[in-house]
């Protein structure tokens, strides 16, 4: 029996090797292929954008990024994901713990919903703010009446911010919470623990590299938003311009030096988050590959 198993296992490792013995030359042009897509499609335009940057100097770039309009793009930009992230991060928690703990009538709706800013477009989204919220929308008249400005305004800005990375968090958490499953939540209950102190010192510490990632990808879709956010701001310079809309007057303008610098610090933003995503991404995966039994030890201890 011993030997037929060790035949058979043989044979399929015999298999394996046939099935991914090419010939070298179809090797070297799949990895021919990917590094030139890689190189004209990822590498270049990035380079691009930091060699017009600095084409005309560093003092060029620093007068550009402290030039009032792009410093209120800036602090704009950074004022939108400060509302979206945060608020993002609780629904998703909530989400995907009502999602992957508990069987409810309407469960497949909520999924559906959460996956929605996925299948409509960031320009008809903001339309949909505009319908609502604009001077001839549903709530127009009573808006202007209590003096509230939300489109051509930084809260019809965080709206739109919030809507289209509404859910990048939650869909980060939602498999890897079923995956994890729900004993080790029963098993702290069983043991004495609340609500709050399950949640604090089992289901966070288990979530907290997706939940990570899930934040990192929601803050770049946040800061990088043109489509949902050109339609509701008005582009009023100084104002209500975020930085890629910035971005873009500057470069139908002709100020190529000062678009590529404040494209660059948007670059810039992007690589480190890559950069944390990819660390975020190791962590979780270096955890998944722990043995489930070293999780455990938190929900004994926490209960006691």
Known sequence: MRETANAQRGRTRHERNDATRDAPVVKWIVLGLGL??????????LLAVFVEAFRRG????IAALAEPDAQSAIRLTLTAAAFAVPLNVVFGIAAAWL????????????????DLPFSVSPVVAGLIYVLVFGAQGWFGGWLKD????????????????????????????????QAQGRDEEEAALVLGASGL????????????????????????????EFGAVSVVSGHI??????????????????????????ASLLALLALVTLLIK???????DARDREPQFNHVEPAVTSSS
């Not at 560093?58 to 770039?61: H, K």
Request: aromatic share 16%; hydrophobic share 55%; net charge positive.
């Open 237 to 262: 310079r100084g104002q209500t311009n975020t930085m890629p809309l910035h971005i873009e007057i500057l470069y139908n303008e002709y100020q190529f030096a000062a678009a590529f610098a404040v």
């Open 197 to 224: 102190q399950t949640f604090l010192r089992v289901t966070l510490p288990n979530i907290f590299w997706g939940l990570l990632y899930g934040v990192i990808l929601c803050n770049a879709r946040a800061m990088g």
């Open 146 to 177: 209590h003096d509230i400005k939300i489109i051509f305004a930084v809260p019809g800005i965080v709206l739109a911010t919030v809507f289209v990375t509404f859910p990048f968090v939650a869909r980060e958490l939602i498999p890897l919470m």
């Open 58 to 61: 560093f003092s060029v770039y």
């Open 278 to 284: 990819t660390v975020a991404e190791r962590r979780q």
């Open 36 to 45: 030139a897509f890689f190189l004209v499609f990822l590498l270049l335009p």
């Open 99 to 114: 999602i992957s703990k508990f069987e409810f009538t309407g469960k497949t709706v909520l999924v559906t919903l959460i």
